[in-house]
């Protein structure tokens, strides 16, 4: 059965600290990995790591995806109150190649 | 610019009644899904469409239907509403290559 795991579940950092976060799927046929941000309304898209784009960065944002341990980390630098969100992970099901499925998401809060 | 937009964005309705959630995407994606969030399962796939004329069911689709008459818009209608479905629902949209972007949600409350 498809599966996607994030840990921890929730994290409380302070303002400068980083954080790693992480992503475990279980996936026949593995296409795409997808990391969104959810504030207090819709996930917005950060990163799409696939088989040719195993990195990517933005600012101070960055992600990984290990394809042997079937798992990506997300890292936040220098963290602000403004990164306190949910984070989530997605990986297409193998059944369909736009049908994700999501982890529970990790709770970051970071205190001023 | 493209946007997704979901209507009403709060919605208190009782049990039994037929409900529909409305979703306009201007992207011309496509792909369109709805998912609905609920605490400790993440967010689920209730339908999706690849295209005009095109609807799938997703993992928890029961009570709910959709349809799709043009590009933009999927709706969701609730058939008879329940309690079951109180929930915080989104709409999304992907291109070909993958990457999906969200409505702001609608936040339903059945009693």
């Known amino acids: 059965e498809d599966k996607v795991v994030q840990s921890p579940l929730s994290l409380v950092v302070h303002e400068g600290d980083t954080v790693t976060l992480n992503c475990s799927y279980e996936v026949t046929n593995f296409r795409s990995l997808l990391w969104y941000k959810q504030e207090k309304k819709a996930p917005t898209f950060l990163f799409m790591l696939t088989s040719s784009g195993i990195e990517k960065k933005s600012g101070r944002l960055s992600s990984i995806l290990d394809k042997k341990e079937l798992s990506s980390i997300l890292n936040i630098t220098a963290t602000q109150t403004g990164d306190s969100a949910i984070y989530l992970c997605a990986v297409p099901r193998n059944s369909g190649t736009y049908k994700y499925i999501f982890g529970t998401g990790t709770r970051l809060k970071v205190l001023a | 610019d493209a946007e997704i937009t979901q209507s009403p964005r709060h919605k208190i309705t009782e049990t039994g009644r037929q409900v529909t959630l409305a979703c306009h995407q201007t992207w011309n994606h496509n792909n369109m899904f709805w998912y609905r969030q609920d605490l400790g399962h993440g967010l689920r796939l209730i339908h999706y469409?690849?295209?005009?004329?095109?609807?799938n069911k997703g993992e928890v689709s029961d009570g709910y239907s959709v349809s799709r008459s043009n590009t933009e818009d999927l709706p969701l209608t609730l058939e008879s509403a329940a309690s079951s479905q109180t929930s915080v629902y989104f709409c999304?949209?992907?291109?070909?290559?993958?990457?999906?972007?969200f409505g702001q949600g609608t936040r339903l409350t059945v009693v």
């Open positions: 469409s690849y295209g005009v004329q095109d609807t």
């Open positions: 999304a949209s992907s291109s070909r290559q993958g990457e999906a972007f």
